[in-house]
């Protein structure tokens, strides 16, 4: 089997061959392209048995149709996120989807609990400020989170994580999603999203992103929060109204937001683009406030992390070889 690797990077790469190299994987050959999946590279995949993609890759229907006019049969899918493929194309020609649902839900819970951490202390300013030999302690004030509320929306593997790390912090765990999740119930308490808005004092966001949660952080439910909140998000961009986020943070709704994920990404995730001028951008006004801090959809970015998305990936294409149905299926 043949599988054409886009968007690599040289972590891919080394963390995929590792993974090779055992005597299991020997039908599986894979070549590595730097170009990310849209329909403009989909023809690349010429000869190719199956593709794999990540986040920002761009599998609409017109990138699916080129695929299967290509040969190709799967679409492997290197993160948990599966937003950005036309399921409904992919079903349409037979062409299966794959995914990696939970290669390690602390990377990404422990990267949440940072930004929340890195936004209250504001550690970015100290860092920089300390550099400067400016030693005063000025902008750096933040709040425990000891005792405090963490309200978390999405309780599946990632937020799980992530109500286990804030009872670790003694917190009050309150927690929104539309299924209950019984293995957190010795600690965590549902309650209606209206609820877990006005009474956190964290909020973190870990649903993904489907019609349902499209801006579910919105002015309308920013203005039912409490003044000073700590807003994290590590799951998908459009979870939050850009627009009226910078809203929110003028009206210092805000003590802190932290962002792993925004809507303007796709351009810039692990891309170096310092030497450009970005003249439209709302990631840079979110940036000019001193309570924001961005970091680009690393969250997943551990080394236990990538050895799973790895060896995931791989039982995916042998279970493809063999014909055989996944949980990691996607339809
Ligand atoms: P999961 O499927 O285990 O859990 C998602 C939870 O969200 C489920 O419990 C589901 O019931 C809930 N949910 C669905 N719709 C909802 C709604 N309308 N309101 C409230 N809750 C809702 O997924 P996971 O593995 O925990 O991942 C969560 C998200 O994290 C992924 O969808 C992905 O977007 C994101 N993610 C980000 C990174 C990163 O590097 N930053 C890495 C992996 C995943």
Redesign the pocket.
């Known amino acids: 089997m043949r599988i054409l690797f886009y968007d690599t990077k040289s972590y891919d790469e080394t963390s995929f061959n590792a993974s090779l190299s055992e005597a299991r994987y020997n039908d599986i050959q894979i070549e590595y392209i730097k170009y990310d999946l849209d329909s403009r590279t989909a023809a690349l995949a010429d000869g190719f048995d199956a593709v794999c993609a990540f986040?920002s890759s761009d599998i609409n229907a017109h990138t699916i149709t080129i695929l299967h006019e290509h040969g190709v049969g799967l679409i492997l899918m290197r993160?948990?996120?599966f937003?950005n493929v036309d399921l409904d194309k992919a079903n349409e020609y037979g062409m299966r989807v794959m995914r990696v649902?939970?290669?390690s839900?602390e990377?990404?819970a422990e990267?949440a609990m940072a930004l929340a951490l890195s936004a209250n202390r504001r550690i970015a300013k100290a860092y920089n400020k300390v550099r400067e030999n400016d030693f005063s302690l000025s902008g750096l004030m933040g709040f425990n989170l000891y005792k405090k509320t963490a309200g978390i929306?999405?309780?599946?593997?990632?937020?799980?994580a992530m109500c286990r790390i804030c009872n670790g912090f003694g917190m009050k765990v309150i927690a929104?999603?539309?299924?209950e999740?019984p293995s957190l119930s010795d600690f965590v308490t549902y309650v209606s999203?209206d609820r877990l808005l006005a009474e956190s004092d964290l909020i973190s966001l870990?649903?993904?992103?489907?019609a349902?949660?499209y801006h579910?952080i919105n002015l309308d439910n920013i203005v039912k929060m409490k003044d000073g909140v700590l807003l994290v998000n590590?799951?998908?961009g459009a979870l939050v109204k850009t627009e009226d986020l910078i809203e929110g943070i003028r009206m210092h709704k805000f003590s802190g937001v932290g962002l792993?994920?925004y809507e303007e990404e796709t351009k810039n995730v692990f891309e170096d683009r310092s030497d450009e001028i970005l003249e439209h951008s709302t990631t840079a006004r979110l940036l000019s406030f001193p309570n924001v801090v961005i970091t680009s959809?690393?969250?997943?970015?551990t080394k236990e992390a990538l050895t799973a998305i790895a060896e995931t990936t791989l039982q995916n294409s042998q279970d493809y070889i063999i014909g055989r149905e996944s949980p990691n299926d996607v339809r």
């Open positions: 986040v993160c948990a996120g937003n649902p939970g290669y839900p990377a990404v990267h929306i999405g309780t599946g593997k990632i937020g799980a929104y999603d539309v299924y999740n999203l870990h649903c993904p992103l489907s349902s949660t579910m590590t799951s998908r792993d994920v959809h690393q969250g997943f970015f």
